[in-house]
């Protein structure tokens, strides 16, 4: 599965941020599909998650009420939609997918996606 993030972009606190996860060889509603971020010098973090099914989303609850996690069978991709960016909120994100059956105990750990597109950097001033 070759993943593909964009939309990144710098922005002001208070603004509004789509990213998107494009992929390419396979569908996309066969994985489950995650958000992580990094910032400089700090490790991967969860942000979103969506269940293989779509009818199930996860937040981390610093962007809970912030961001939505969406998927478009019809594009094959899945969006992360911000608004109320926050300085907090400045790394880069990263789109990445899995197709294990254990999703629901492990949708936050890193560990649990195999595959994974290169960042798009996102960076809000205040």
């Known amino acids: 599965v070759q993943l593909q993030a964009s939309g990144g972009g710098l922005v002001q606190a208070g603004d509004s941020l789509k990213l998107s996860c494009a992929t390419s060889?396979?569908?996309?509603?066969?994985?489950?599909w995650g958000w992580f971020r990094q910032a400089p010098g700090k490790g991967r973090e969860f942000v979103a998650a969506i269940r293989r099914s779509g009818d199930i989303t996860y937040y981390a609850d610093n962007v809970k009420g912030r961001f939505t996690i969406s998927r478009l069978n019809a594009k094959n991709a899945v969006y992360l939609q911000m608004s109320g960016l926050k300085p907090e909120d400045t790394a880069v994100y990263y789109c990445?997918?899995?197709?294990?059956?254990?999703?629901?105990?492990?949708?936050?750990?890193?560990?649990?996606?195999?595959?994974w597109g290169k960042g798009t950097q996102v960076t809000v001033s205040s």
């Open positions: 990445a997918a899995t197709s294990t059956a254990s999703y629901s105990s492990r949708y936050n750990n890193a560990e649990t996606y195999g595959y």
């Open positions: 060889g396979r569908t996309v509603s066969n994985y489950h």
